[in-house]
């Protein structure tokens, strides 16, 4: 049988991994982008510029639960 095969790669994918390596156990990591989406819903907590390899500085917060 043939089988596909794909890698995806890019910003997206990259940005993903930094935020993943750059968090905590048990808590929700979010970038930036992602808290101007969700503010209005969440309770989050700025975890101020964390350097992130191959990105810079990124703004991260930790989602505390609902509003």
């Given at each position: 049988?043939?089988?596909?095969?794909?890698?995806i790669?890019?910003?997206?994918?990259?940005?993903a991994?930094?935020?993943?390596s750059?968090g905590?156990?048990?808590?929700?990591?979010?970038?930036?982008t992602?808290y101007?989406l969700?503010s209005?819903q969440f309770n989050c907590?700025?975890?101020g510029?964390?350097?992130?390899?191959?990105k810079g500085?990124m703004?991260?917060?930790f989602?505390?639960?609902?509003?």
């Amino acid at each position: 049988m043939k089988k596909f095969q794909y890698d995806i790669w890019g910003d997206t994918v990259n940005t993903a991994s930094r935020m993943e390596s750059s968090g905590e156990a048990g808590k929700v990591n979010i970038s930036e982008t992602t808290y101007a989406l969700v503010s209005n819903q969440f309770n989050c907590t700025s975890r101020g510029k964390i350097a992130a390899k191959g990105k810079g500085e990124m703004e991260m917060y930790f989602v505390e639960g609902r509003m």
